[in-house]
């Protein structure tokens, strides 16, 4: 594991602990229900909680929507089949049902997209996007071909996928997941976060694969620039909005892991309290290197219930038994020679 990494994690893991027993993480100063922001016991916005972000509502708008960022519940309802319905469906069939040849990933049941379009507002959006208006990534000219030759320059030309642990996928490795990258954005499962507030300090933990997020409330940058898996991140409170700004992605992030960014992006996130249950949360990217201007979009995030602890490692034989497979398939070839 990248020793950054683990001093991250460690420092993560820490000051959680810290944030615990000092009894910082409090229960939220409610006022009566009378639309009023909820607010800490220090004063600023409460957005505590584990919060759901799923959604069938994709990062860019599809052609066929072109023009309109909302449909009526209607077209929601012809354009969004119940995932629900599907995996029902499957458990009815039967245990002696014949399965497809090559059934090529998980069963419906291990996923969890969401079953609705994201709601803004009361309506429901055809993108996460909302700027540019067209919904659609904003690339420049050469923007993919240049995220295209940093994945190339950092993807180990010399080092096949099976000749050690390097080349396998950050995701593999547990390391880094699609999940858990700066924004947030809906992926097929585990769209849930935490939030935790201090006076000094806020923690945003990804739930897959376990990464905390040390956000420093109106502090600076690191001034040696440590390119780092999820940025570098500060953050301050703008009347009912927590916003953070991130820099100094690691590159091998981008080009071996996921994301929208070049390594020398900036990132702004905007949490906002909407009510009890609900967060709006927004997030902005600018990156000359690749869009020809900055890119909003934005989602809810509704309350959730507690977490289990993503244990990546944990009873986890695929990466030895890859590793060990190439191996023996390897001095096979030899004695064949």
Known sequence: MNVYLLQTRTASLSLSLSLLAA?????SVYAADDGQTPMTAWGVPDLQGIWDYSSRTAVERHPRFEGKLTVSQEEAER?????????????????EAPGPENVGGYNAFWINPGDWLAVIDGELRTSLIIAPEDGRIPWTEGGREIRA????????????????????????RCMLSFASIVPFTPSLYNNTTQIVQSPTHVMILAEMAHDARIVKIDGEHDPHGVPRWHGDSIGYYEGDTLVVETINFDPEQIARGSGYTSANARITERFSRVNERELRYQFTIEDPELYETAWTGELPMFAAPDLYEYACHEGNHSMPGILMGARVLEQMAEEEQ
């Open 23 to 27: 009894g910082l993480i409090s229960s």
């Open 79 to 95: 354009l969004v089949p119940s995932l629900k319905e599907y995996t029902d469906a499957l458990e009815e069939r039967g245990a």
């Open 149 to 172: 030759a940093q994945r190339a320059a950092m993807a180990y030309p010399d080092m096949d996928e099976n000749d050690g642990p390097e080349g396998r996928s950050l995701a593999e």
